[in-house]
């Protein structure tokens, strides 16, 4: 057993002695007072000489982060990250922002006022405080105050202590040792821990399971579940075709999907030239449009030679022949239309723009594979 | 009792100056301005007093009802506040006749609006005379019940009216909340008819009793260092400022809440409201708002030094007090126009309502004891310990 003092504990029955003995005692700097009570003693933290928390000023600091990151948080997601306008709002809406900045503020606070209050202020995690050991302890939890005076120093002196506390009205006086442990987090004691989690979770797990099966539990959002419209290639009673999905009225034509106005690639070129500029975006987009359709068969550099086997056994058209480059924009655009040969028609899978876009395209990379000095420079 | 004193008597008749000359100028106003923005004014002050009183009358019977100790001795206060609510009602009931002026309902084109005729069950002359005709019953009776029961309990100490006091606080809640709700629906949001909210009953509603608690905040002060109340402690004030600090913030809540939904259903008879409230010359005034009703009294009240410092928490019940006038400005005002009026006509029916306002406050602030002495909880009131 340690020899050594941890506090001398004084023993009360009535609330406004203890705060009375606190006051006196306090201006003597015996050592730290500390104070027991099983329930809250109006001014008894101010008679102890507690610092006001700083608690309040943390929450503050960690409540205005909170609000600050929500905000940059849905700055960030809805203006920069995924741009993408709803129910026609500016992008940076703030006040679409301020409920989650609230609940972000309000998550935050509670949070830092919880962990800050346990972990950093009263020194959490703390095994069995010394106090719990002493004989004053079944006291103090049912109707006792305590006050005691800590030792903070090797020149503690527990008499003066013991006497302080009698002749403030200490019923009786005990002086707690400091315990002589050595493992204050025991193995036993973990595993038991770790036991009695498991045996939580599996109690709660399969008496949820068994309640379920008991009690049926409607599934949630039910409504947003099970509404009253028809899905695509769903059965459908109402129309006379028995089908959900409705063909499109007839005539209807699609957005850069106009009819051709011509039967063959030579009656395209004499009536069609290409309307696009040239600009990098759409350099860039027949880029994209020939590596999707064209290069497979008739190569990335347009000469021919397909990214396909050979025992394919077809005969593409190789751009940088000379007959070919010398055809004009409105034959390409003719043959993607209609298709030649071998190959099919474009004209459901590219609109106009892409076809245009496309011819571009193939004329860069003849210029490419047929240079002049001047492009050199 | 406040005895005469040469201050005293020369601030009442500066008080009374000030009311004769908003008097007269509020009579040039009625001749001179627009009768539309003339009974603006007067429905813009009438309900300036007419919430501050409510709205003390409701935290009375609040600490009633959770039968509270802390406020026991401050109580005089409030009960002495809601004595405009007599006032504001007959202040209210000379504005009837501003009805056929400012509210667009009563025009004879409403006959031909097909949302006004849909309407005409709950808004015709008739009933509306009815509703008001209610409202200021049932505030009368309550007022009189609460304030002149606790002066007579002065002198006759008698515990039964403690009890009575609280077994009616509860069915007064109820009437109280449809009262403010009728309050509102006709006679703020009738001035646009067209549009409707279901929460502006409760945004009037935390307006007056956010309002009403800094009412009662100043009161309570200026008793407190003219010495009147010398046992009240920072204890009773501290709690009064955490109750202040706890309704700015739902003041707040009602009214984000109310605006957000509006905001994002944008249906363009809701929204419309808000557009003429928050764009153009108004917009600076919308911003005041959340300025003076939330954020400088949530500051200023948030930390527990600023609620024990008695500059701090004036402070705080000022700006709450000006917040709410501006909100009542900002919720009437735009109906005269794109532009917000604050002319002489405005200026001179202010001096008149606040003067007749602190008239009524100053003669109530000499009614019966300063501390609810007959109260049988008063004792455990001033032995409360925060």
Redesign the interface.
């Known amino acids: 057993m340690s020899s050594a003092t941890f506090a001398v504990l004084g023993l009360f029955s009535d609330a406004h002695k203890i705060v009375d003995a606190a006051n006196q005692i306090r201006p003597r700097k015996l050592g730290r007072l500390e104070a027991y009570t099983p329930y809250p003693v109006?001014?008894l933290h101010r008679a102890i000489g507690l610092a006001?928390s700083r608690l309040?000023r943390l929450v503050?600091l960690m409540g205005v982060i909170g609000a600050g990151l929500a905000l940059l948080f849905e700055w960030w997601v809805s203006a920069v990250d995924y741009p993408l306008v709803t129910?026609?709002k500016a992008l940076f809406s703030w006040?679409?922002f301020?409920?989650v900045m609230f609940e972000v503020t309000v998550l935050f606070a509670t949070f830092t006022a919880g962990l800050a209050m346990l972990f950093a202020l009263n020194k959490l995690p703390f095994f069995g405080h010394p106090v719990l050991h002493s004989k004053a302890i079944k006291g103090i939890t049912r109707d006792k105050l305590a006050l005691s005076i800590e030792a903070t120093s090797e020149a503690f002196d527990a008499e003066a202590a013991r006497q302080a506390l009698l002749d403030n009205g200490a019923e009786s006086v005990e002086i707690v040792p400091v315990p002589a442990w050595d493992r204050p987090l025991s193995l036993v004691g973990l595993l038991r821990t770790i036991a009695a989690i498991v045996a939580a979770c599996l109690v709660a797990g399969v008496g949820l399971f068994a309640a379920e099966k008991l009690i049926p539990i409607l599934p949630p959002m039910i409504h947003m579940h099970e509404q009253p419209k028809l899905n695509a290639f769903q059965g459908s009673a109402f129309f006379a075709d028995g089908r959900g999905m409705r063909p499109a009225v007839a005539g209807t034509v699609a957005r850069g999907h106009l009819p051709p106005a011509f039967a063959t690639p030579e009656e395209a070129a004499a009536l069609l030239s290409n309307p696009l500029p040239l600009t990098q975006s759409i350099a860039e987009r027949g880029h994209k449009v020939f590596g999707d359709h064209c290069a497979i068969c008739h190569g990335l550099v347009g000469d021919g030679v397909p990214l396909l086997s050979r025992a394919y056994g077809g005969k593409p058209g190789n751009f940088l022949s000379n007959e070919i480059r010398a055809r004009p924009d409105g034959h390409y655009f003719g043959v993607l239309m209609l298709g030649k040969n071998a190959m099919p028609s474009y004209a459901a899978d590219l609109d106009e723009n892409d076809r245009w876009a496309a011819v571009h395209y193939i004329r860069i990379l003849q210029r490419a594979q047929n240079a002049k000095d001047e492009d050199l420079r | 009792m406040s005895a005469t004193t040469p201050r005293s008597s020369l601030v009442r008749n500066l008080l009374v100056a000030l009311t004769l000359i908003g008097a007269a100028g509020t009579a040039g106003a009625y001749f001179i301005s627009s009768r539309e923005r003339f009974w603006v004014n007067w429905l813009l002050w009438t309900l300036f007093l007419l919430t501050l009183g409510l709205g003390n009358l409701f935290l009375v019977a609040l600490e009633r009802m959770v039968g509270a100790h802390w406020s026991v001795p401050m109580r005089r206060v409030p009960e002495r506040i809601a004595s405009l609510i007599p006032l504001a009602i007959v202040l209210l009931l000379i504005g009837f006749f501003g009805v056929p002026v400012i509210f667009p309902w009563t025009y004879p084109a409403a006959a031909h609006n097909p949302i006004l005729v849909a309407k005409t069950a709950w808004l015709n002359l008739p009933f509306f005379a009815i509703r008001l005709a209610v409202c200021a019953v049932v505030w009368m009776l309550f007022y009189r019940f609460y304030v002149r029961g606790s002066l007579r309990q002065d002198e006759s100490k008698d515990p039964a009216f403690t009890l009575r006091a609280r077994r009616l606080a509860p069915p007064f809640m109820v009437v109280f909340f449809f009262s403010v709700t009728v309050l509102a629906f006709d006679w703020i949001s009738g001035l646009e008819p067209e549009w409707y909210s279901d929460m502006f009953g409760v945004y009037l509603f935390a307006g007056t009793f956010i309002s009403g608690i800094a009412a009662m905040l100043l009161g309570v002060l200026s008793l407190v260092r003219r010495g009147r109340l010398p046992e009240v402690q920072t204890k009773h004030v501290y709690n009064l400022g955490s109750l202040a600090l706890a309704f700015t913030v739902f003041f707040a809540y009602i009214g984000f809440a109310q605006y957000m939904l509006i905001w994002y259903a944008n249906l363009p008879e809701e929204v419309i409201w808000f557009k003429h409230r928050t764009e153009g010359a108004w917009q600076p005034v919308a911003w005041l708002l959340p300025l003076l009703h939330f954020f400088i009294p949530f500051f200023l009240l948030i930390g527990s030094l600023g609620k024990k410092h008695p500059a701090t928490l004036r402070l705080a019940a000022l700006s709450i007090l000006l917040g709410h006038f501006v909100d009542l400005y900002w919720l009437i005002f735009p109906v005269l126009g794109p532009q917000p009026l604050f002319g002489w006509p405005e200026l001179a029916m202010a001096s008149l309502f606040l003067g007749l306002g602190s008239l009524q406050i100053r003669r109530a602030m000499g009614r019966g004891a300063d501390m609810p002495v007959g109260d049988p909880l008063l004792s455990r009131g001033l032995e409360w310990q925060l």
Request: avoid cysteine; aromatic fraction near 0%.
């Open positions: 109006h001014g006001p309040g503050m129910s026609g006040q679409a301020v409920p």
